[in-house]
C-alpha cells in the first residue's frame, strides 16, 4: 500500500474534485502538458497536486484533486500560479482541449484525520510513462442538508470496521467545504450539500464498487432519508504522475 501512511500528515484541509469535460481525442494531450508542467509548477506556490487520473466510464473527462492549507491559502496560491508566467505559456494549448472546466466541488475533510493522507515521495519523476497500478474510486452523496454528526458516525465506524482480506482502502471522507469561493475567476459548485467517499481498489479490472460499494451496507438505511438525488461514482485510472496510486 502506498497511501495513508500514518507518518504521512496531511495539511490539506481544503480540496477541490475538479472534472473537465474534454474534446474527443484531447485526455491524453492535456495529460502530457499536466504532468509535464503543471504538477511542480503548482506546488511551488503553495497548493499540493494530490492526484490526477482518467475517468474509465468517459473517454472525455479528466479528473483531479489539489489541496490547500485553507481557503486563505487557497487564494494565494490561485492568484500566483493563474497570474504567473506558467499558466501564461501554457494556458491557450491546456483551455482549447477542455469543452469545461467549471464541474468542481470544494470540499474539506468530514472529521478530523479523515482525508487523503499526503503521498510523500510517492510521484513519479517528469517524463514518467508507465500507467500505475490500480484505480481510485469516488462515491458522491447528494445530502438534503449538511451531512450531519450521526451520519458521519456511521461513515468513521463503518470505515475503521472494513475488512482488508479484498485489498481495498478507504482513502478518505469529504464534505462540502462551507466558505464562499474566495477566487471566482475559477468557478466552483456552490449551494449543494455533499458527502463524498474516496477508495483505493488494487485491480484496476475489479468489478466497480458501485453505490458506495465499500460501505453501502453500513450508509444506505440513513441515506435513504438524506440524499437529494442520486448517487454519483467514478473509476479513475491515475496518470502517470499522480501521486496516487496503488
Known amino acids: 500500500m502506498k497511501i495513508n501512511d500514518a507518518t504521512a500528515a496531511c495539511a490539506c484541509n481544503v480540496v477541490e474534485l475538479r472534472q473537465y469535460t ?3 481525442n484531447q485526455r491524453d494531450v492535456l495529460i502530457e502538458l499536466f504532468d509535464r508542467e503543471f504538477v511542480e509548477t503548482q506546488e511551488a506556490v503553495g497548493m499540493r497536486v494530490v492526484g490526477q487520473f482518467r475517468d474509465l466510464d468517459n473517454p472525455d ?8 492549507s485553507d481557503m486563505a491559502a487557497r487564494q494565494r496560491a490561485l492568484a500566483a500560479f493563474y497570474g504567473g ?9 491546456a483551455n482549447r482541449t477542455m469543452v469545461d472546466s467549471n464541474n468542481v466541488l470544494l470540499l474539506q475533510p468530514a472529521w478530523p484525520g479523515a482525508g487523503i493522507a499526503w503521498p510523500e515521495g510517492l510521484r513519479a519523476a517528469p517524463g514518467a ?3 500505475p497500478a490500480g484505480r481510485v474510486e469516488v462515491t458522491v452523496f447528494y445530502l438534503k442538508q449538511p451531512a450531519t454528526a450521526q451520519l458521519l458516525t456511521l461513515c468513521r465506524e463503518g470505515a475503521a470496521r472494513r475488512p482488508a ?3 481495498t482502502t478507504v482513502l478518505g471522507w ?3 467545504e462551507p466558505s464562499s469561493n474566495t477566487f471566482p475567476r475559477l ?4 449551494g449543494e450539500n455533499v458527502l463524498v467517499g474516496f477508495a483505493l481498489v488494487p485491480d484496476a479490472g475489479a468489478p466497480a464498487l458501485r453505490d458506495g460499494g465499500l460501505w453501502a451496507r453500513d450508509l444506505t438505511p440513513m ?3 438524506c440524499l437529494a438525488k442520486p448517487t454519483e461514482s467514478l473509476r479513475l485510472v491515475p496518470t502517470a504522475r499522480s501521486a496516487i496510486h496503488a
Open 22 to 24: 474534454l474534446h474527443p
Open 61 to 68: 473527462r479528466f479528473v483531479w484533486l489539489r489541496g490547500f
Open 85 to 93: 508566467p506558467v499558466w501564461a505559456a501554457h494556458r491557450d494549448a
Open 129 to 131: 510513462q508507465d500507467i
Open 165 to 167: 482480506d479484498s485489498g
Open 174 to 176: 469529504y464534505i462540502t
Open 187 to 190: 468557478p466552483v459548485r456552490e
Open 223 to 225: 441515506l435513504l432519508q
